[in-house]
């Protein structure tokens, strides 16, 4: 049984406290928040009890953490964690700062503790059977990847200002998506961004729709479209073209039901936001991370791949910002 400390009682952490409960082989024994109300309120609803932040990490008797704090206290806390002898669970990005993410994978390996980042979309049950399919080789050589990842609504200004902007925010699932398909980093980066949904985002420095084309080694290409908007619901999809065939993972439906008349055919909805459509992601992530912890899995996404999808989103940024293509190797890596 892992005893477990949470990080963070947000609305992200609050999904997380479910799954920590909800698991036969791990125990949610404590809960942190920088508002100590809303640690409180959350460790009674699930008969754990409130603690600081640095009380959990120093306690021997906990064996993982969870962070599901504000970005800009990723790295420390992960760092903190594993220093103390626990492992780590950390939501996404490792940080807003390739220079300081690359660091705290420096401090975090020389205690031998698993530290995995939280990119829910790799245990998607549909995105996770097309990449077993594409891995078992069903359509030969990957060649084209296309993914498109557009939110119903945008976020609050004020949100994003502090959000690192569209490629480190939102885009990094993706960028970490095409790394995990294809199993490497892009060459080479392309991007290009808008504010046509919202003028204030513009204004606040960022983007709110984007496309990133991803250039990798063989000629192999990925493309990626973002936006902040789409009025119909919260749209995931991919589509894989290899040498032998496609691969096509589909939205996840409001439910099955298809109504057909004389009038026409119709469906439901995608699922609206990302708490309803990557509610058994998450479930699927945490099972993932206690295997790992107890050595009867492999580590499904550990720390230096979170880096590698910052990697691309440094390079996406960088692309958009200057009008031009990045070389990953040069520009960013070195």
């Known amino acids: 049984m892992l005893r477990i400390g ?10 997380h406290a479910v799954n920590i409960v909800a698991h036969p082989q791990s125990e949610l024994v404590a809960v942190s928040d920088k508002f100590p109300e809303a640690a409180q309120k959350l460790a009674d609803a699930h008969g754990a009890s409130a603690r600081t932040t640095e009380e959990i990490i120093a306690d021997p008797a906990i064996d993982a953490v969870l962070i599901a704090t504000s970005t800009d206290t990723h790295a420390d806390l992960m760092e903190a964690a594993t220093a103390a002898g626990k492992a780590v669970l950390c939501e996404k990005p490792v940080d807003l700062d390739l220079k300081r993410a690359v660091d705290c994978l420096a401090r975090c390996e020389p205690h031998g503790k698993p530290v995995m980042v939280g990119f829910n979309r790799r245990f998607d049950p549909n995105f996770a059977s097309l990449k077993a399919a594409f891995d078992q080789g069903e359509i030969g050589k990957g060649e084209l990847l296309s993914i498109t990842s557009f939110d119903p609504a945008p976020p609050p200004v004020s949100y994003v200002k502090v959000s690192g902007g569209i490629f ?29 949904v919202d003028p204030a985002i513009g204004e606040a420095g960022d983007f709110d729709t984007a496309i990133t084309t991803l250039e ?3 000629g192999r290409m990925a493309v990626i479209k973002n936006s902040r908007r789409a009025a119909y619901g919260y749209d995931q999809r991919i589509e894989f073209l290899g040498a032998e065939g496609l691969l096509v993972a589909h939205n996840v439906l409001e439910n099955t039901v298809e109504k057909i008349t ?25 099972n993932s991370f206690v295997q790992s912890v107890q050595g009867t899995a492999k580590l499904p996404v550990p720390l230096k791949e979170g880096i590698d999808a910052l990697v691309v989103a440094e390079a996406a940024a960088l692309s958009a910002r200057e009008g031009r293509t990045v070389d990953v190797a040069k520009e960013i890596l070195s």
Not at 6 to 15: D, K, N, S, T
Not at 176 to 185: E, F, H, L, S, T
């Open 168 to 196: 480190r925010d939102m885009a990094i699932h993706d960028f970490d998506m095409a790394c995990w398909m294809y199993g490497a980093v892009p060459e080479k980066v392309t991007a290009i961004g808008s504010s046509i």
């Open 216 to 218: 990798f080694s063989g």
């Open 6 to 15: 949470l990080l963070g009682a947000g609305r992200i952490g609050q999904v």
């Open 262 to 286: 004389n009038a026409g055919a119709t469906k439901a909805k995608p699922e609206h936001f990302f708490l309803e459509r990557y509610a058994k992601a998450y479930q699927i992530e945490w």
